[in-house]
């Protein structure tokens, strides 16, 4: 049972250049989310999914673009990447949402943006 | 102003020690968690809370919703629970649960 894996979890990208970032969960989980996590600013909600075929807008969704085809895949893309999107990525899953249940993270995705 | 205030920051304690990490919300919430991350590490969830006490071997956790206030204690601290630990509340009212986090507090435990 591995958990919530996101791949991959170090990436130095050139400005302009796009990329996808993979997050998996095997627990059969309805809700995930992408975050991304900068100093000072703590966590911020990017993207999320309630269901498969499903995504909505967080509260910095502005460069970003997910998919969630499949119930245990959730994909956050940068279609052109620029220096402000330098940061660590999380993933989450949860059954219940984050408002009423636990939730699972991954390990993290490195991002770097020259 | 961050709805969701930690103190303290950064807390430095000798292995053994009673550890005490408080969370003040600023609005109504309906449930809390507690986040651990460890130096480059990965996020843990440690508790989600919605009322009363939780205990998870050396960790206890209890939350006040009424007067807008979560602790996280750590008995017998040991350098491995040096890590920054994170509280995140849900006000309600989303399909998805919004959370909001507060900006985390450093434990640093010596041996």
């Known amino acids: 049972n591995a958990g919530v894996t996101q791949t991959p979890k170090f990436r130095v990208l050139k400005t302009g250049q796009s990329m996808t970032l993979l997050c998996a969960q095997d627990?059969?989980?309805?809700?995930m989310y992408w975050y991304r996590q900068d100093p000072g600013m703590g966590l911020r909600l990017i993207h999320y999914s309630v269901g498969e075929g499903t995504t909505a807008k967080g509260e910095v969704p502005d460069g970003y673009n997910v998919s969630r085809l499949k119930k245990q895949n959730f994909l956050l893309g940068l279609e052109s990447a620029a220096p402000s999107q330098t940061s660590v990525y999380f993933c989450?899953?949860?059954?219940?949402?984050?408002?009423?249940?636990?939730?699972?993270f991954g390990e993290g995705s490195r991002l770097t943006v020259l | 102003k961050n709805e969701v205030e930690q103190s303290p920051q950064n807390l430095t304690a000798q292995e053994g020690e009673f550890i005490t990490i408080n969370c003040s919300y600023s609005v109504g919430i309906s449930a809390l968690h507690w986040l651990q991350q460890h130096p480059g590490g990965g996020i843990v969830s440690l508790f989600m809370?919605?009322?009363g006490k939780k205990k998870h071997g050396r960790l206890i956790a209890t939350i006040n919703i009424q007067e807008k206030h979560s602790s996280l204690h750590i008995t017998a601290s040991h350098p491995r629970d040096s890590a920054v630990y994170i509280c995140a509340g849900n006000a309600g009212g989303t399909s998805y649960g919004k959370l909001t986090f507060g900006q985390g507090t450093i434990l640093t435990v010596h041996p």
């Open positions: 627990m059969n989980h309805e809700y």
């Open positions: 809370l919605s009322s």
């Open positions: 989450a899953s949860s059954y219940y949402g984050a408002g009423t249940g636990e939730l699972f």
